[in-house]
């Protein structure tokens, strides 16, 4: 059996110590840090689903919040008309954020380059505007959560289920991820990144496999969303905005796009970060502006490629 490289062994800490969270949190008497890390594994998986299409399929989505923000409606709307049941709150989220992403994707894949990033963005600031604009739920105040999700068997309520809940949603996510990368799918959607008329030319039907991976990340993405307004007890247009889209961004570059672990690294090393540098200047961007840029300028492969350099260097 092949043995762990610095990737691996890195991602294997994190995992642990992510599980050991909730009880050395209780230990220590410090619930601040069970909600930090609860707000690191729900963007884990949002993180993830980027990934599936950004470093894997090459597509530059701006408006991938927004199915964070489907996801988290599905619940604020639904829990306001009176139905807390969590199986169908999910399976609410996971539907519209599938059709959503199935005529977004099926507009925007026709388009590349600059172009798609364009149009991404603007079908997200399109439906941003829309839940701006629905007074009933808030409008732009935003929706309180008044009841958290009912899966039967076990509720959100206590901040510990709400957490193991959300880990095992992140191991499921980078569980799928790994599947599909390594499958034919995979292979078709890394060979469409690399050379989509190639692809195209050998007989692969390019388009449909990129137009799944874009239906099947945003799917994956509401669930994130689910677990978001759960965690927040609140909704908002916020949560959709352009800028948030950025943010998953930035934590997929920063943790290595195209690695199966780099969603974790990146999404740690930035929320870290960023309580952190807020804590010592309200201006924090200042900081980790150049952070980032240095990374991208220094280790392309963002912290995933860093930790390969060194498992090379130890080979070698």
């Known amino acids: ?17 992510l599980v050991a969270v909730p009880p050395l949190a209780r230990t220590f008497d410090q619930n601040f840090y069970l909600l930090l890390f609860t707000r690191v594994v729900i963007m884990t998986t949002a993180a ?11 597509m530059v989505s701006f408006g991938h919040a927004m199915y964070v923000g489907i996801g988290a409606y599905a619940v604020g709307i639904s829990s306001f008309h009176g139905l807390n049941d969590g199986w169908a709150q999910m399976a609410l989220a996971m539907a519209v954020a599938a ?26 600031q399109m439906i941003y505007f829309v839940a701006v604009g629905l007074s009933r739920y808030g409008g732009d105040d935003g929706l309180t959560v008044k009841r958290r999700s009912d899966f039967g068997l076990f509720g959100l309520k206590d901040p510990a289920v ?17 599947r599909m990368v390594n499958s034919r799918f995979g292979l078709v959607l890394r060979g469409a990144k690399s050379n989509d008329r190639r692809m195209a030319a050998i007989g692969f039907a390019t388009y449909r496999y990129r137009l799944a ?19 927040s ?3 908002s247009p916020a ?20 690695s199966l672990f780099g969603p974790l690294f990146g999404t740690v090393a930035f929320l870290l970060l960023e309580e952190v540098l807020s804590g010592i200047t309200e201006a924090w961007q200042i900081i980790f502006g150049p952070l980032l840029l240095a990374l991208v300028l220094y280790a392309r492969g963002g912290i995933d490629g860093l930790l390969a350099k060194r498992t090379e260097r130890g080979d070698g």
């Open 233 to 235: 007890d609140f909704v």
């Open 213 to 231: 991976g874009f239906v099947v990340a945003g799917t994956m993405c509401a669930v994130a969303g689910v677990l978001l307004a759960n965690f």
């Open 99 to 124: 059709v959503a992403a199935l005529a977004i994707g099926a507009m925007s894949l026709r388009t590349k380059g600059v172009y798609f990033i364009m149009i991404t963005l603007a079908f997200a």
């Open 48 to 58: 993830i689903s980027l990934n599936l299409i950004l470093g894997y399929g090459g």
């Open 1 to 17: 059996m092949k043995s762990l490289d610095a990737r691996g062994w890195t991602a294997l800490a994190l995992i642990l110590l």
């Open 162 to 178: 709400l957490y193991y809940v959300a880990l095992a949603v992140m191991l499921a996510a980078l569980w799928l991820s790994w």
């Open 239 to 258: 949560t959709m905005h352009w800028t948030r889209s950025g943010d998953l961004i930035v934590m997929v570059v920063l943790g290595g796009m195209g």
